[in-house]
């Protein structure tokens, strides 16, 4: 069952055997695609690759990391971008995206903590749905890595939050300073995913 009449769709094939392949899907409705080429093509550009949110965001994340060639993308991690209005998460299989919610929130109703409330249990949430649904308890959400790009909570405020000494799902919060000490005191929060998605990717899949 496709979800739209009119789609463009691609594939990339993961894994492979004498028996079976293993394929990565992607589609999109075909006017939503046509309409940012347009977009471009009016403004004398040409499209040259195209990237989601969640593959730029794990690229940032690993991008330091990749000076050490014998760095292994990590299994069972789920990323979580906080925006002012809305908040992302995704959950990564070394570097297969394999879930992605996005959601849209009222700000006006949830400040400081009462937002980091509702982050906490939409969390607890999607990580038993991981668990339970996905991988019949076989495997659970081992790391949680935090991007704060709101401007109504602080680092400090996100750290001390979901930081717990001993926790069996370990909360890192991203820093911009391991990229670069300038890029981190020139540019805002809200540019980090285009800026991740201008990165190269020295080993992996993508």
Avoid at 26 to 46: C, D
Avoid at 123 to 136: G, L
Avoid at 137 to 144: F, N, S, V
Avoid at 161 to 184: H, N, P, Q, R, W
Wanted: aromatic share 14%; glycine share 2%.
């Amino acid at each position: 069952m496709i979800p739209f009449k009119d789609m463009k769709m691609d594939y990339i094939i993961h894994k492979k055997n004498e028996d079976s392949y293993e394929v990565i899907m992607f589609y999109a409705p075909r006017h939503e695609i046509k309409s940012y080429v347009n977009l471009f093509f009016e403004m004398n550009m040409q499209v040259v690759k195209t990237d989601i949110p969640p593959l730029a965001l794990h690229r940032l994340y690993y991008y330091r990391k990749h000076d050490d060639m014998t760095v292994e993308f990590e299994t069972d991690i789920m990323f979580l971008a906080i925006f002012d209005d809305s908040y992302s998460l995704y959950i990564f299989d070394e570097e297969i995206p394999i879930f992605s919610l996005v959601q849209n929130i009222n700000v006006s109703e949830l400040e400081g903590e009462k937002y980091l409330d509702t982050l906490d249990q939409e969390i607890a949430k999607i990580s038993n749905y991981y668990r339970f649904n996905i991988n019949n308890g076989d495997k659970t959400i081992e790391k949680l890595v935090l991007f704060n790009m709101t401007t109504k909570l602080t680092n400090e405020q996100v750290r001390n939050y979901f930081y717990e000494e001993g926790a069996l799902m370990k909360a890192e919060l991203f820093d911009m300073k391991t990229i670069s000490k300038i890029v981190d005191t020139l540019i805002d929060k809200e540019c980090y995913i285009p800026l991740a998605a201008s990165l190269m990717q020295p080993k992996g899949f993508w």
